[in-house]
């Protein structure tokens, strides 16, 4: 079964500091991807990477930046935090070049900006 | 008009019931459909995944497609208290690299026993 880890489920920051969240899949996926997702506003791609050090913006870059400095691992940083990036944020992966392929996602880590 | 239009509900029905789950869509591109089942804190799970037109069954599940209307839809059938979750249709244009999904914005489903 696919695998997609993320580090915290439930993160409470303060406006103003650096956020990292992480996120590890054990699939050898090429493809990362970062959503968040909110009421009403449904889920909104955030960054991909479908290679190590290669990065993507999606819909809402603003306010994030992202690393992949190895192929299982993609994190997203909020540079300085914000109240209005609370949120529930999802990592999800995928093969590239077999086909199109599904997104596996993993639990999502529920972030509150204090 | 929105890429994709999915009816957020609440839709409650009772224990076997026959359910149906329904999403349109406007960019005609649109070539892989995908259903994902997400329970309450937790992250969508990969329920149905089919190409083009046509239908596709897994045990409970159909997945329908009609590109000619840019209408899929999912059917439970002999639904249980344990579907009861948000469904979310997506769809993306290609397999290239990276393509994103597309998502809808979610159905609550709710099934009382």
């Known amino acids: 079964d696919v695998k997609v880890t993320q580090s915290s489920r439930y993160l409470v920051k303060r406006t103003g500091e650096k956020v990292f969240l992480e996120c590890v899949q054990d699939?050898?996926?090429?493809?990362m991807f970062w959503y968040r997702q909110d009421p009403g506003l449904g889920l909104r791609l955030i960054y991909f990477?479908?290679?190590?050090?290669?990065?993507e913006k999606g819909d809402i870059p603003e306010g994030y930046s992202v690393s992949r400095e190895k192929k299982e691992r993609f994190s997203l940083i909020l540079e300085s935090a914000s109240t209005n990036q609370t949120s529930m944020y999802l990592c999800?992966?995928?093969?590239?070049?077999?086909?199109?392929?599904?997104?596996?996602f993993g639990d999502g880590t529920r972030l509150s900006i204090l | 008009q929105k890429e994709v239009e999915q009816d957020p509900g609440p839709l409650s029905v009772p224990e076997g019931a026959i359910v149906s789950l329904n999403c349109t869509y406007s960019n005609s591109a649109f070539q892989y459909f995908m259903w994902y089942r997400q329970y309450s804190r937790k992250g969508p799970e990969l329920l149905m995944y089919t190409y083009s037109s046509g239908n596709k069954e897994d045990g409970r599940f159909t997945a329908q497609v009609d590109k000619s209307s840019k209408y899929i839809s999912l059917f439970i059938r002999d639904s249980q208290p344990s579907d009861s979750a948000t469904y979310l249709c997506a769809m993306t244009r290609t397999g290239q690299a990276g393509t994103a999904l597309i998502f809808g914005k979610g159905t609550t489903l709710s099934v009382s026993s």
């Open positions: 999800a992966s995928s093969f590239r070049d077999r086909g199109n392929q599904p997104q596996h």
């Open positions: 699939m050898d996926h090429e493809n």
């Open positions: 990477s479908y290679d190590v050090k290669m990065k």
